[in-house]
């Protein structure tokens, strides 16, 4: 087991239900019992890790978990959402360029470095105590190739040069989905960051009803080129959406590129790819943009 990093602040969970020990970016001087107090009744305001031996986990609050990282394997994507991501690399499997907005745990960020050596990563986080926190989740330091940007995502992007390979977005507050991130001209500046070829992936939870007008705006920016895909597991649906005109999945090519992907990174992608193409034939993405107007 990892000990807690000697700059947080550890304390005995308060809650029923998150059990183990507390990671809080806090002064060691900082009295316990008045931060339980403030856990409690939901006014404390920072984002806090929760370790339970095995597992560590990032909430905002106990209704909604960010992240989740296993002690024993920091560097694995624990969460299925996470790991239906990354079959962006089913489309773009050796990516020059990387970003991703919403550092959370830093999962995705730390399976690209590890599994991506030669592609260069830049994540965009916006809360200074959640990059602060990166330390429990055993994040690698800023390199050549890794930075991590405190900033606002949207921000972020409209200044970002193009040529983008993959744009991950998994960006929440303590409400859901940032919605800053949700309008067209975040989707349009999106598009045309990315690559020719480039892949959009965002994470989505909650009802699909809350976020049928951001699928409806990718379709539309996207020029129809989306694929959505539930996550029951996890309660999520991930949304992948395609820079390539008349982009056209050649799903038997996939399957068997899905094998080789496997053996290289360790996921089962040709799992993810059987749901892709499940999802692509359903039509999920339309059917959840047709919700909007009900």
């Not at 029923?16 to 305001?45: F, I």
């Not at 800023?142 to 606002?152: C, I, Q, T």
Request: net charge negative.
């Amino acid at each position: 087991m990892s000990a807690a990093p000697p700059t947080l602040f550890a304390m005995p969970s308060p809650f029923d239900t998150e059990v183990g020990t507390l990671l809080l970016r806090e002064p060691p001087t900082a009295k316990a019992g008045e931060l339980r107090a403030r856990l409690l009744d939901g006014s404390y305001g920072k984002p806090f890790v929760v370790d339970d031996g095995e597992l560590r986990y990032l909430y905002f609050d106990t209704r909604l978990m960010q992240s989740a990282m296993r002690l024993a394997a920091p560097d694995a994507l624990e969460l299925r959402y996470t790991q239906l991501m990354m079959a962006c690399l089913l489309f773009v499997p050796r990516p020059q360029r990387v970003a991703l907005i919403g550092l959370g745990g830093g999962s995705l960020l730390k399976f690209c470095c590890s599994r991506l050596p030669a592609a260069d990563f830049t994540a965009v986080e916006i809360d200074a105590d959640v990059i602060a926190l990166g330390e429990a989740f055993l994040l690698p330091p800023p390199g050549p190739r890794l930075r991590v940007v405190e900033a606002d995502g949207a921000a972020w992007l409209a200044q970002a040069d193009g040529g983008i390979d993959v744009l991950l977005i998994d960006a929440f507050d303590a409400h859901g989905f940032a919605p800053a991130l949700a309008s067209r001209e975040f989707l349009q500046h999106a598009c045309d960051k990315l690559a020719g070829k480039g892949v959009l992936v965002i994470n989505l939870a909650g009802e699909g009803e809350r976020y049928a007008g951001l699928v409806a705006e990718v379709l539309t920016v996207f020029d129809g080129q989306a694929i959505v895909v539930p996550v029951p597991e996890d309660g999520n649906h991930v949304l992948f959406a395609f820079r390539e005109r008349h982009f056209e999945p050649r799903w038997r090519w996939l399957h068997n590129h899905a094998r080789e992907l496997r053996a290289r990174h360790g996921l089962d992608f040709p799992a993810l790819a059987q749901k892709l193409e499940r999802a692509a034939r359903q039509s999920l993405a339309r059917d959840l943009a047709g919700r909007r107007g009900r």
